[in-house]
């Protein structure tokens, strides 16, 4: 789990400023309100497209039944 946090650590440049930073506080919430917003509107984005996809595809990516493979025609 921590694999892909370490490989971020490890492959980012070291900044001079960050040792000059102070710490943050234990009561900092680790996911700021721009993030969650972020987060939230992306995932409700990619639902939408989703949705579209899955329930309107037909319609717009039309499929003829004699492009399916049977085992009549094998």
Known sequence: MDSLASLA?????????????????????????KMCKHILGMSFYQSIV??????????FI??????YITDEKL
């Not at 989703?50 to 319609?59: E, T």
């Not at 039309?62 to 492009?67: G, H, L, Y």
């Open 9 to 33: 650590l490890a492959t980012e440049e070291p900044k001079e400023n960050m040792l000059h930073r102070p710490p943050y506080r234990k009561s900092e919430h680790i996911i700021s309100q």
């Open 50 to 59: 989703i949705f579209i996809f899955v329930f309107g595809g037909p319609q």
């Open 62 to 67: 039309p499929e003829s039944p004699d492009n």
